[in-house]
């Protein structure tokens, strides 16, 4: 409530998410969430900004959420998979993904995560590239990330040095701080997203905060109005 957003944890059926039945089946629930909105165990409902729904997976929901970025993309802001990559999906929606691996993960080189964001650099559209560090377990500069920029929208791609197949929770910060809060879906049916701006009122909201998977993908749904 104070960063006016609700974490969305699902667990996996069976604890193995599928592409072809879990991916029409989130894509309802997320086009529903304009109407319905989302109820808590507590019976609390909240309203739900249409335009900022974020997904992030790992692992197994790493797999799911980049393919769902490939397929649906049009019902989300933005996406982070973490730690293996899939290349399904058609959609030539560009939609802005930050996706990482640990360079000891045991899936890093086989895990089709650079096949991923190549693609998702041409649908943007990407000309240059910079390098940002980020600290992880107290180690300053231990996930380089590459940000390809001069497209329609960025795409990421960290390598976190010395960092096993594992979630890399005070990360989760950085995605939000500096990928997730700064965009938004388009109002103008395109189903593609942008920037949101930063000045004449309408300022994109700043939070700090870690949190706790609970199960193999996080959907980050912002309550925020613009």
Known sequence: EQNNFIVYAPTAPGFSWSLSTDGPRYRTLINGFATNGITAANGTKYAVDPRRVYMYGFSNGSIFVSGYSMTYPETIAAAAPWSIASTSGSSTKALPVWYGIGNQDEYYGSDDGQTYINRMKNLAGSTSSQTINYSAFGVSNRIA??????GTVEVRYSL??????????????????????RYRKKNDGSGLSELIPTAGGNEAPVANFTTMTNGLTVTFTDTSTD
Do not use: K, L, P, Q
């Open 160 to 181: 976190a040095s010395d960092i096993v197949h594992g979630n890399v929770n005070e990360h989760m910060s950085n995605i939000w701080r500096d990928f997730f809060a």
């Open 145 to 150: 990330t590459t940000v390809h920029t001069g």
